[in-house]
């Protein structure tokens, strides 16, 4: 199961709480909350800055006390602050297809092109040619909560000390995009795995080089072919680099220098067959361990790759409803007191186009 919440007891919507009416993206407060997560000189803010440091200090005080509404209005602050980077970085989601930004309000759904009539066949004598018809389908595209959040210390908002600050939402951050890297790639495997007709998909106990070529080799007409997996699957290209030649009825096999180098700095190729080989990073979920607890677990399924055409329109879009909203709670497993931060996305591989994706599946990682 997909998991991408972070679980709350008593959870407070910070929305529901805040107080100060006046406060906004552009507020003075939080552009030197800002600064001094960053570890910036708040003096280059003039005489705003000691009464914004002021302030600050007395909403970690306030909030250390149980204040709700301090809480409500720390953890907004801390939203206007890290919602431009997690925006930012959501823009990436690009590389995969589409992007899309939409309202909260607003619903999310699919137009995709299609075509009805019959398809073109040799005029006959003294008949006309026939002819398609373009044929827009609509459905809805459901959304996926994803959460970062982190253990805060209120106290060390009071002493101004934001190291923590600065360590958490960065954390924040990274959790929320990794989480929609791995949602994303999940979607798109579903979707071609469940979907009838055309496919281009190989799934096996161990990556072979027959199955790859076979994908890579249907793909190709859409495109100049990319793999992307983790580095699992990935480097299983590795091996195949080289030549097999013939001198004089005598068999020479080899490896290219150039390719050598690239193994080296690499530690896998770039190339392979025309198609580019790129590594998705695969980092550790340090919250959660492998079933014999020796390791920790990796974020984003093992075993998966995708070959995906460049220079056409990708069918993956992606979209991101509205932008962060926080809230606050004890966490479920630990009891410490958490801030959590929420975005609602969703993905789409479009119907019909399923075919313009290859797959790429090593059940001896797999991890899904």
């Keep these: 199961m997909f998991n991408t919440t972070i679980e709350l007891n008593n959870a407070r919507k910070d929305a ?30 003039g005489a705003k800055a000691d009464k914004a440091v002021a302030y600050i200090k007395k909403l970690g005080e306030r909030a250390e006390s149980g204040d709700t ?38 619903s999310i759904e699919r137009e995709v092109p299609g075509f009805v009539g019959e398809g073109a066949r040799e005029q006959a004598n003294n008949g006309d040619v026939p002819f398609i018809a373009v044929a827009k389908e609509r459905y809805p595209v459901g959304t996926q909560t994803i959460s970062g959040g982190y253990a805060v210390d209120y106290r060390r908002v009071a002493l101004g000390d934001m190291q923590y600050e600065n360590e ?16 994303v790639l999940v979607t798109v495997y579903n979707a071609i795995k469940n979907a009838t007709g055309v496919k281009y998909w190989v799934e096996a106990a161990g990556l072979t080089k027959a199955g790859a070529d076979d994908v890579i080799n249907k793909v190709r007409p859409n495109g100049k072919p990319t793999v992307f997996g983790a580095y699992g699957l990935v480097g299983q290209f590795t091996p195949w680099a080289g030549y097999v030649g013939s001198i004089n009825s005598n068999t020479i096999t080899g490896i290219s220098e150039k390719t050598m180098n690239e193994i080296a700095s690499r530690g896998l190729l770039a190339t392979y067959n025309g198609a580019n080989i790129v590594e998705v990073p ?47 709670g004890e966490d479920v497993k630990t009891g410490k ?19 313009q994706i290859g797959v790429l599946m090593d059940t001896n990682l797999s991890t899904l």
Excluded: C
């Design 282 to 328: 695969n980092p550790y979920n340090e919250y959660e361990l492998i079933a014999d607890g020796t390791n920790f677990a990796k974020l984003m399924p093992e075993g998966l790759g995708f070959v995906v055409p460049t220079g056409g329109q990708s069918p993956i879009k992606t979209w991101l409803r509205g932008g962060l909203t926080s809230m606050t």
């Design 69 to 106: 509404a301090a809480v409500a209005e720390l953890n907004t602050i801390r939203r206007y602050v890290i919602e431009p980077a997690v925006l930012k970085e959501m823009k990436l989601l690009g590389l995969f297809g589409s992007f899309e930004q939409v309202g909260f309000d607003e």
């Design 168 to 183: 958490g939402l960065a954390l924040v951050k990274t959790q929320i995009y990794n989480k929609t890297i791995k949602y």
């Design 337 to 355: 007191y958490i801030t959590r931060f929420d975005t609602e996305v969703a993905a789409d591989v479009a119907k019909g186009k399923e075919h």
């Design 16 to 45: 529901n709480y805040i107080t100060n009416s006046d406060l906004h993206a552009h507020s003075a407060v939080v552009e030197i909350f800002s600064a001094m997560v960053n570890g910036e000189e708040v003096g280059k803010f």
